[in-house]
């Protein structure tokens, strides 16, 4: 693995020195683990002209960090608690022989910022932007197997939950069971907090559960992942509870079926991001519920849940191969409820059979 | 409540003036919580010049979010998702004639500050530092109250886990039984990822639960939390698995429990931050524990789980009355586990019965 990590900081050193920076630092939890396997709490990463070293903010305790730290990387641990490892990383990049710096300036805050600035004056600061991020876009097949593993977890919580008796439970109750399903199935945890929505709350993007219980004749919506290995997956499902669903509940499903379907559809190498979200987002439009619409259709994940890409009707760029991204359209009728189908799906090349979906828990309509 | 809110939002505007900016802009959520009474995602809060305005993302969702907005509030939604509130919110404050902005620069990254800076051009900004949070320190009694039910909560919660069998059982599943009774108890959730270490592990701070299973001799340490209406409190205690702790057991305990009381007994009103944390250290270093303690003794709590005041060698301030703050010494012995004890107090005169215990569950070592 060291040497991924070890080619994932020449790529980014690449990057900075086009820019005409001669180190860069790296300080998104997420961006160091990718870069260094681990992201001790606070560590952040130098990219330092002559070696990289990643930088802690106290002697190194015996508390696991998620991940496995690189072992080629040197660990520099601050002396004494308190110190910003930012400002501390900043000179050594000088000690180094580095006249500049990049930051990455849309995750440092302006304090820390300053006190680099004054603490080593000498140091031209430049902004790293989203180098890393554009990097973690494409995953390789190590990564996506992460992915591929989360996701089988995630489908069986929920396949196991749908076969135990759900009316009078509790949405709250519902995403904490599954939530330990996850971790009895082998996740480091849950991707990001479970959404349960019953009735009225059904279709809800990110809705928290409350304590509403499953009743007949509702909708039930249920968003989750698993987190295995750092990398995160997502599945969303909506069942109906009693044994005849509604017309209304039909007709919408099916549209939000059909919607999700051009979505994942239109998922080539290639594909606009816009118009992966255009896909979707007409066939609710032409029902009728353009408004209210979330903004977004699908996004990227990895070892954040919420990356890039953004399916969404702004969003600039093409789908490479190898990008693993949700699709995830849904309506939700204020008072009444709605429908959410989510799946993860990797882009692969049609030569290669296409997208590869890795949420395979059915989406017919199941009455539960 | 809804004056509440006004008055801590007056007293920031008085110490943003006082500063010489005109208005202030708080991004950092509990802050915004704190000011707003709730914090949707993203949103952020202008103390302008004729008005107060809550600006957010996107159009409002019926997305429930935690706590319940002040009604005096006016909300400025941005008209299409994707804006960032915090520029917006600077122009509002020119549109309402204010010439400069004090921004919270400890939580604004560079790119936001950047973009502001852009957008709004002849808007000064200033920095509002940790005057919001500083406000935060001293608790009013509703939110003491607040504090008090979520440590009975957790108190209850522990309470049924120590009733319950425990050897062969999971660090991770004992996590997961503990936050799903805290959630059964009325807590909004965890406040803090619950820590269970057993054996080697037992007596680390912040131990992420594994797959080892309570053994017969462990130590068993918990620490967890509640969350209620967005107060967090937390809780540790060790226990020993079996019916015959080993001296050294009860040694390690004995020791841990006095630094923890004179932790305790030192809080009152006027004593130094330093000072608690050395009353508690200096039983734990006399007795050669002194190498490798964690780098502060305890923390205020509030709508954070880690606040201001730090309980530390090096912190500056003294405790005021109605400041809750962990008391939570521990010593971790690499390889045979260790010890952590730790509760929430609320300072108070000593004319008042001195410091209030918030968690009460037994500090005896019990057998189990």
């Given at each position: 693995m060291s040497?991924v990590y070890a080619t994932r900081r020449m790529r980014v050193r690449e990057r900075c020195?086009?820019?005409?920076a001669a180190a860069a630092l790296v300080s998104r939890p997420a961006n160091v683990r990718y870069l260094a396997g681990a992201a001790p709490h606070g560590a952040v990463l130098l990219l330092g002209k002559r070696e990289d070293l990643l930088v802690c903010a106290?002697?190194p305790?015996?508390?696991?960090t998620e991940g496995r730290l690189d072992e080629a990387l040197r660990v520099h641990a601050l ?5 910003d490892p930012a400002v501390a990383a900043a000179d050594l990049a000088?000690?180094q022989?580095a006249?500049?710096l990049a930051v990455e300036?849309?995750h440092l805050?302006?304090?820390r910022?300053?006190?680099i ?11 790293l932007?989203g180098a890393v991020e554009?990097l973690r ?93 750092g ?72 070892l ?65």
């Amino acid at each position: 693995m060291s040497e991924v990590y070890a080619t994932r900081r020449m790529r980014v050193r690449e990057r900075c020195n086009a820019a005409g920076a001669a180190a860069a630092l790296v300080s998104r939890p997420a961006n160091v683990r990718y870069l260094a396997g681990a992201a001790p709490h606070g560590a952040v990463l130098l990219l330092g002209k002559r070696e990289d070293l990643l930088v802690c903010a106290g002697p190194p305790d015996d508390r696991p960090t998620e991940g496995r730290l690189d072992e080629a990387l040197r660990v520099h641990a601050l002396p004494r608690p308190g110190g910003d490892p930012a400002v501390a990383a900043a000179d050594l990049a000088t000690g180094q022989g580095a006249d500049s710096l990049a930051v990455e300036e849309h995750h440092l805050t302006v304090a820390r910022h300053r006190a680099i600035g004054s603490v080593v004056p000498r140091l031209r600061l430049a902004d790293l932007g989203g180098a890393v991020e554009q990097l973690r876009v494409v995953k390789d097949e190590e990564e996506i197997s992460c992915l591929r593993i989360g996701a089988e977890i995630a489908d069986q919580a929920l396949g196991e939950l749908l076969e135990s008796i759900l009316v009078g439970r509790t949405e709250r109750h519902l995403a904490l069971e599954l939530e330990r399903r996850l971790v009895d199935h082998g996740a480091d945890g849950p991707a990001f907090a479970t959404s349960v929505g019953t009735g009225p709350h059904s279709g809800r993007r990110g809705h928290r559960p409350t304590d509403r219980r499953v009743e007949e004749g509702d909708f039930l919506s249920v968003c989750l992942g698993a987190t295995y290995r750092g990398y995160r997956c997502e599945i969303g499902r909506t069942f109906v509870i009693g044994t005849s669903p509604a017309d209304w509940q039909i007709e919408l499903y099916d549209l939000v079926f059909a919607a999700q379907r051009a979505g994942r559809e239109s998922l080539v190498p290639g594909a606009a991001y816009r118009d992966v979200d255009r896909a979707a987002r007409q066939v609710l439009d032409s029902a009728g519920h353009g408004e209210g619409l979330p903004p977004l259709t699908g996004h990227g994940v990895g070892l954040e849940i919420d990356e890039d890409p953004q399916l969404a009707p702004a969003a600039m760029g093409k789908l490479d191969a190898c990008v693993p991204v949700t699709v995830e359209p849904g309506v939700h009728l204020p008072g009444r409820g709605g429908v959410r189908i989510d799946d993860t799906l990797v882009v692969r090349p049609e030569a290669d059979g296409g997208p590869e979906l890795l949420t395979i828990t059915t989406k017919e309509l199941l009455a539960l």
